[in-house]
């Protein structure tokens, strides 16, 4: 059974870090690109950043470039997002998402063929 299962959300003051993990598991992991996207009320899911998937190479959004690094722990099935320098526009529910077809790092929601349920992350001010 594939599953993404997404950790490490929590209320945090603006200026703030966090860790999202995402364990994987039921699929082969090395063979997926995988990303964070973020869903906040009323607004469409976002891309945050990918990951290649022998984890060289990333993307991120320009909205947390600088700030969110992508990562990934293949011997453990893993994928991780550090948040630093958190602010109150970050605040959203975080979701982990595995690509299979994706030739490298991709933002776009619909190329992704697993999702987790989702962390929430909220950044006060």
């Known amino acids: 059974q594939v599953q993404l299962v997404e950790a490490g959300g929590g209320l945090v003051q603006a200026g703030g870090s966090l860790r999202l993990s995402c364990a994987a598991s039921?699929?082969?992991?090395?063979?997926?690109?995988m990303g964070w996207f973020r869903q906040a009320p009323g607004k469409e899911r976002e891309f945050v950043a990918s990951?290649?998937?022998?984890?060289?190479?990333?993307v991120d959004a320009e909205s947390v470039k600088g700030r969110f690094t992508i990562s990934r722990d293949n011997a453990k099935g893993w994928v991780y997002l550090w948040m630093n320098s958190l602010k109150p526009e970050d605040t959203a529910i975080y979701y982990c998402?595995?690509?299979?077809?994706?030739?490298?790092?991709?933002?776009?929601?619909?190329?992704?063929?697993?999702w987790g349920q989702g962390t929430q992350v909220t950044v006060s001010s």
């Open positions: 998402a595995a690509c299979e077809r994706c030739p490298l790092p991709s933002a776009r929601r619909y190329e992704y063929d697993e």
């Open positions: 039921g699929f082969p992991f090395t063979r997926y690109i």
């Open positions: 990951i290649s998937r022998s984890g060289d190479s990333t």
